[in-house]
Structure formats: C-alpha cells, structure tokens
C-alpha cells in the first residue's frame, strides 16, 4: 500500500510522459542493472553512493527513486534526497514490481551515447514541422529528460553528427528515420519498446500529419494545421520547440484520456 513517501507502479505509470511528471531516478546496482539493462521510461540512472554530491540538483522538485525492489537503496537515496528539499518518495517494489506488472520498458541498448553530461544528443534538419518536434517530445518525456537537440541545415546533418556525437534523425539513410510507410515518430516508440495504447494512438496522428495521410485519423489534419502554424510563428527552432511541447503534451493527455469525450453547445438550448 502507497504511504506518503512511496508510490505505486500504476500511478507512477500514469504521471510518466506528462508534463508534471516528477524525475524518477534509478539507482539499482551496476550487477543489478547488468543483469537487465531495461530502464523505466523516463528514468536516469544514478548512484546511490554519491547522492550527497547530486542531490542538490534536484532541490526543490518532486522526485521518484527506484532500485531493484524499493528496498534500502531506494530508502535511504529518498531520505538523502528529502535533506535537500526534494519531494523524494521510493517506487513500491521497485524495477522488479514495474516489470511484474508488465508496464513498458525502455531498451536503453538503443540510446546514443551521453555526453560529459550524461545527455544524449540529438541533431536533425532545422525549421521543423511534424516529426522533428514529435520525436524530440517523445524523447523528453519518455527515454530522456535532458536530452539536446541540434537544428542545423539539411546537408550538414549527418557532419554534425560525427563531430558532436549527436545522433542524426529524421533524414534518409540513418537508422532513426522514416521506415516504408512508418515516420520516424513510430519507429522509436518501436525501437525504444514504449508502446502504450495512447502513444500509439498519438502515432497514427503524427504519421497522418507527416506523410500528407489525412485519412489515417480525423485528428491528423489538425495537427498538421497547429504544427505549420507555430513554424510560421517562430523564428527560432528552439522556441518552436518548446510551444511544440506544450502542443504534444495536449494531444496525448487526448490519445490517453479524453477521446470519448465530447463537447456540444449550447447544453440547454430552449426547443423551439
């Protein structure tokens, strides 16, 4: 049962891919981890034993921590973290209770490489419209929330790739690209093994969107409207970027949430 220093996988699940959602670090051992290198969706990986260095990053904010089954390294990693004024509960059962209850699982064998940082980098083409603010959503919110993104022009792409260690998406001939009919969109959530239902479902939109298929789902031509729209409204592809999140956050709270909803008025329209 929850107490108000843990939390369970269900509602764990339901926080993870939004906006709000808290950081959720892992500290499983480096022996645990080896032994199933799959991450939460979200998740960072950290150490327990120098919590009392990193800790203070996370000053003022909510946090989740998780070890192989929430036991003292997920405790005691929480209560370091509480001195720090971090709202720090622990995942009941840990990575084990997650995988018992058959929630998605990050590949983590997929990632690129992570910068001095601990950051992956990304770089696509610049001035993006669908799947270049799609997929670096998809990645903030669910592989990794610190990840950086590189707009630079098309033919460089691929150059700026092998000198930053970024890695190049959304362009032919890479291997986070367009695949047959599936956009780039759907091809991590397949890669990275995050399928959700409400991901899916935001698939479909973002596929019809980016590949002229209006008839893939009545939502798609409203999606390509609000993404050509913020194109035109901003220079910058950073700023584009960040309004880009606020938009994909709003379609997939719908994909998961509110797609039996309607909306009709007047409600109490006097009958004629």
């Known amino acids: 049962m929850s107490t108000f220093t843990t939390i369970s ?8 891919g939004t906006a709000n959602a808290p950081a959720l670090i892992d500290v499983r051992t480096e022996e645990d981890f080896t032994a199933d290198r799959r991450l939460i969706p979200g998740s960072i990986r950290l150490s327990h034993d120098n919590v009392t260095d990193w800790g203070g990053a996370f000053a003022g904010r909510r946090a ?10 997920a405790q005691g990693t929480a209560a ?15 990575f084990e209770g997650w995988k018992a209850a058959k929630l998605p699982l990050l590949d983590s064998s997929k990632l690129p490489p992570r910068d001095a940082r601990g950051r992956t980098v990304w770089v696509t083409r610049a001035r993006p419209k669908v799947d270049r603010i799609a997929c670096p959503w998809l990645i903030r919110r669910f592989v990794d929330p610190s990840a950086v993104f590189l707009y ?26 367009h695949r047959g009919e599936l956009c780039t969109f759907d091809i991590m959530i397949e890669e990275f093994g995050i399928a959700t239902p409400a991901l ?39 700023e584009q970027l960040e309004a880009g999140m606020t938009l994909y956050d709003a379609f997939y709270r719908w994909c ?4 039996a909803e309607t909306h009709n008025w007047p409600t109490n329209k006097v009958k004629a």
Not at 9 to 16: G, Q, V, Y
Not at 64 to 73: A, D, H, I, M, Q
Request: some cysteine; aromatic content about 6%.
């Open 80 to 94: 370091w973290l509480r001195q720090f004024g971090v709202q720090a509960e622990t995942l009941e059962g840990g």
């Open 152 to 177: 630079v022009v098309p033919s460089e792409v691929v150059g700026v790739g092998e000198r930053f260690g970024a890695a190049p998406f959304d362009i032919e001939n890479v291997f986070w690209s």
């Open 200 to 238: 899916l479902r935001l698939a479909t939109l973002v596929r019809g969107a980016d590949t002229a298929r209006p008839d893939l789902a009545p939502e798609a031509p409203g999606l390509l409207a609000a993404s050509l729209g913020l194109s035109r409204m901003y220079d910058d592809d950073l």
């Open 64 to 73: 989740v921590v998780s070890c192989l089954r929430g036991e003292k390294l």
């Open 256 to 259: 998961r949430d509110a797609t």
């Open 9 to 16: 996988s269900d509602k764990m699940a339901r926080l993870i």
